[in-house]
């Protein structure tokens, strides 16, 4: 088994083999992946382990680096991804696949570290034999457009304070003032991944495999928010993926007004429907009141050498802020 930060051509190769073989990733010619290794495993934000046998890439497991914030201090978080066995493996060298699930569980300091993430169908099992535990309450929500209505923004609260709040899209993250909001607002959450400058031009901005588009909502020079926005086709619809989000949860008319905007926006573009992968209490409830409905849900799981940091993920879950912007849910 050996730790990779940041990607050689050789290692690349290796690993686009193995997604290839396996169809990992959906749609993607070989030149795409190796454009989508190199940006995703910047050695400023992640790494991946690989198992080899007889010289050759049989099986994946990688993780973020990022921070956790928490009204208990910061905490090191690492969102496992990647985690891949290849398909005429699987069964036959177990053992090996386990100890390479095993490895992002390695923390120095255990009582201070969480490891977080989105598991697929085929590792679901293993990360629960591994011990860890799904949390609840994480679901996709969806609102369908009615492109009969108006394309004008309602006339919310928030609308009628253009005085105050301006609403903004952007082609990407440029205002240094958007990486205070995640440590001005951690204390409205009880746990919240943090979402500097750096992690989130790297996200976003330097992403080669995707689009967004960012709404940004300023009071004066100060930011109140951020929203993350991708389209693509799904069939012959068009679907909008709000990817991340992040704003006051307990600012009802700003949380509808900041939707408000999207809607003109994928009105504007004759998209179909609307979704978006949240948990937290404050917006799960305001995106209700206006009509989203829950699509799916999610598995979002967990691990934590602390049980009491553990108990309190899992009896809180509402109060924890995950998006698809985290982990590597929309990285494929």
Not at 32 to 61: Q, S
Not at 215 to 223: G, P, Q, W, Y
């Amino acid at each position: 088994m050996k730790k990779i930060e940041g990607m050689d051509a050789l290692t690349i190769d290796e690993i686009s083999s193995l997604w290839s073989r396996n169809d990992y990733v959906k749609g993607m010619t070989a030149a795409d992946i190796r454009r989508h290794l190199t940006w995703k495993y910047h050695p400023d934000y992640a790494c991946v382990f690989v198992e080899r046998l007889d010289r050759t890439v049989v099986g994946t497991c990688g993780y973020i680096r990022t921070t956790l914030l928490s009204r208990r201090g910061d905490l090191e978080c690492r969102w496992g991804m990647d985690s891949l066995i290849d398909k005429d493996q699987r069964g036959l060298n177990t053992n090996a696949f386990l100890k390479l699930m095993r490895v992002p569980l390695r923390f120095n300091d255990v009582s201070r570290q969480i490891l977080l993430c989105f598991p697929n169908h085929v590792v679901r099992s293993t990360y629960l034999k591994i011990g860890m535990r799904p949390l609840g309450d994480f679901a996709r929500y969806r609102y369908l457009l009615n492109r009969s209505e108006s394309s004008a923004p309602s006339k919310s609260p928030v609308r009628n304070m253009k005085d105050i709040l301006s609403f903004t899209w952007k082609d990407g993250f440029f205002d240094p003032a958007i990486g205070e909001l995640s440590s001005r607002l951690s204390k409205k959450f009880l746990f919240l991944p943090k979402r500097d400058m750096r992690y989130l031009r790297w996200r976003y901005n330097a992403c080669p495999t995707y689009q967004y588009k960012v709404l940004i909502v300023h009071k004066n020079d100060s930011v109140e928010g951020f929203l993350v926005l991708r389209i693509r086709k799904e069939g012959s619809l068009l679907r909008a993926s709000i990817i991340d989000l992040l704003c006051d949860p307990d600012n009802r008319d700003l949380i509808h007004g900041m939707f408000d905007e999207v809607n003109h926006y994928c009105r504007e573009r004759e998209v179909d429907h609307i979704v978006v992968t949240i948990n937290h209490a404050g917006f799960v409830d305001a995106l209700t009141q206006i009509g989203y409905v829950k699509e799916m849900s999610i598995d979002l799981f967990c691990w934590a050498k602390d049980k009491i940091l553990l108990q309190q993920l899992e009896q809180s879950s509402r109060g924890i802020h995950i998006t698809a912007g985290d982990g590597d849910y929309d990285m494929e």
